[in-house]
């Protein structure tokens, strides 16, 4: 299996310093500072990444299972919201997803998308958070 890279600088301190991450493919590459990450400066932080890579994830997930029992997607949209709470920690991350599956009806739908909630990859690297789902059929 691949293995991927990612990296970030810092520069300075917390309060007046600044930094940038990068991915490794050069996809995306953004800065970051105390602003974007614990106010709402502009930027991206890690937690937005992180429910980027989430939202992807299971979307991805949720198709490739869907379709292996022969219930192939049209499309899958995920919103993952990740919150940062005190310590600072991430204290919950909601998922919420629409699909649009031909031939089944919501509650399956529902039942897929818990089982990918608990299979993606990046669901049980953070396995340690708090998870919510909310999943529906358009």
Known sequence: MAIR???AVWKGNLVEGKGSMRLGS???EGEFSRVSRFEDGPGTNPEELI???HA???SMFLAAILSKD???PTSINTTARVHLGAGPKITLIELSTVGVV???DEETFISYA???KKGCPVSQALAAVEMSLVARLE
């Open 114 to 116: 818990e089982q990918a």
């Open 56 to 58: 992807g994830c299971f």
């Open 102 to 104: 031909p031939g089944i």
């Open 26 to 28: 050069g996809a995306y």
């Open 51 to 53: 429910g980027a890579a």
């Open 5 to 7: 890279d990612s990296s």
């Open 70 to 72: 022969g219930h192939e």
